[in-house]
């Protein structure tokens, strides 16, 4: 068994020849940008020659409310994707999207909604309410669903989703903080509900990180679909709060090494388990 697997990695290596099924690489992407640079911005070329080269192997492009559907028991085609972008960024607007509706290829952006609200003046500039309008209306397959409301932020180094905050120099109570998480979210579903038709129920961890107890509360408020940074494929029996995602917005990586990446995580989740 462990040497028939040697073969398999050598042959996707050399040729790239594996068609999984049963399967979906979810792909998360961050910021797209010319000029500016850090570890989650590609170019919009970068992004655009990503997606053709997946097209020219094989894979085949699904929507959320797919990928929704492969996860209560539906099918899915061969080498399914679901593209992913995270913190809704107008640069998804101005580059992501040209690049996705040129191509037919859908997507779910997860928006921090209070940046809705005045989007000029986050760190980087955020989509409005009218931007995600007009890519609701003008095509069917561009999702935007929750990554919270004003919790993608951090408090001495960890997420406010995962912490406890002091207030008036007094310790958050554990129901105090159940109310934060809940409010949170219920403010980040009513800020998207009204600005596309599609349901409001997944969401993306802020930076990934989450525990037992932020990812039933966010469950509670009606999110049914929660995506992670674990870097695997998401197969059916996964926990659907818990959603891998494959990491494809770090300007190193290459459309080739993308593939390759992608090959190994599904030979990783297809092979059985092997005692030495």
């Given at each position: 068994?462990?040497f028939?697997s040697?073969?398999?990695?050598?042959?996707?290596?050399k040729?790239?020849?594996?068609?999984y099924?049963?399967?979906?690489?979810?792909?998360?992407y961050?910021?797209l940008?010319?000029?500016e640079q850090s570890n989650v911005?590609?170019t919009?070329q970068l992004?655009?020659?990503?997606?053709?080269?997946?097209?020219q192997?094989?894979?085949?492009?699904?929507?959320?409310?797919?990928?929704?559907?492969?996860i209560d028991?539906?099918s899915?085609?061969?080498?399914?994707?679901?593209?992913?972008f995270?913190d809704?960024?107008?640069s998804f607007?101005t580059?992501?999207?040209?690049?996705?509706?040129?191509?037919?290829?859908p997507?779910?952006?997860?928006?921090?909604?209070k940046?809705?609200?005045?989007?000029?003046t986050s760190p980087?500039p955020?989509?409005?309410?009218e931007?995600i309008?007009?890519?609701?209306?003008?095509t069917?397959?561009i999702?935007f669903?929750?990554?919270?409301h004003d919790?993608?932020?951090k408090?001495?180094g960890n997420?406010?989703?995962?912490?406890l905050?002091h207030?008036?120099?007094?310790?958050e109570?554990?129901?105090?903080?159940?109310?934060?998480v809940l409010?949170?979210?219920?403010?980040c579903i009513?800020?998207?509900?009204g600005?596309h038709?599609?349901?409001v129920?997944?969401?993306?961890?802020?930076?990934?990180?989450?525990?037992?107890?932020a990812?039933?509360?966010i469950?509670?408020?009606?999110?049914?679909y929660?995506?992670?940074?674990?870097?695997?494929?998401?197969?059916?029996h996964?926990?659907?709060?818990?959603?891998?995602?494959?990491?494809a917005g770090?300007?190193?990586?290459?459309?080739?090494s993308?593939?390759?990446?992608?090959?190994?995580?599904?030979?990783?989740?297809?092979?059985p388990?092997?005692?030495l």
């Amino acid at each position: 068994m462990i040497f028939a697997s040697f073969l398999l990695l050598f042959s996707v290596h050399k040729w790239g020849s594996y068609t999984y099924k049963d399967q979906v690489a979810v792909l998360a992407y961050h910021h797209l940008s010319h000029d500016e640079q850090s570890n989650v911005t590609i170019t919009p070329q970068l992004f655009r020659e990503q997606l053709s080269f997946l097209r020219q192997k094989g894979y085949e492009f699904i929507t959320l409310e797919q990928f929704k559907q492969f996860i209560d028991g539906a099918s899915v085609p061969k080498k399914a994707v679901l593209i992913t972008f995270d913190d809704g960024y107008e640069s998804f607007y101005t580059h992501g999207y040209p690049v996705l509706k040129e191509m037919g290829i859908p997507a779910v952006n997860f928006v921090v909604t209070k940046d809705l609200h005045d989007p000029k003046t986050s760190p980087l500039p955020s989509m409005s309410n009218e931007e995600i309008r007009q890519m609701a209306v003008e095509t069917d397959g561009i999702d935007f669903q929750c990554h919270s409301h004003d919790m993608h932020a951090k408090i001495n180094g960890n997420p406010l989703l995962t912490s406890l905050l002091h207030i008036n120099g007094n310790p958050e109570s554990p129901e105090e903080y159940r109310q934060r998480v809940l409010k949170d979210t219920n403010f980040c579903i009513s800020n998207l509900h009204g600005l596309h038709s599609e349901k409001v129920d997944a969401y993306a961890y802020p930076y990934g990180m989450y525990h037992q107890e932020a990812s039933e509360l966010i469950r509670q408020s009606g999110i049914e679909y929660a995506f992670t940074v674990v870097s695997r494929m998401a197969v059916r029996h996964d926990d659907r709060m818990q959603i891998p995602r494959i990491n494809a917005g770090n300007p190193s990586i290459t459309p080739e090494s993308l593939h390759q990446t992608i090959m190994r995580r599904a030979i990783a989740r297809k092979l059985p388990v092997t005692k030495l």
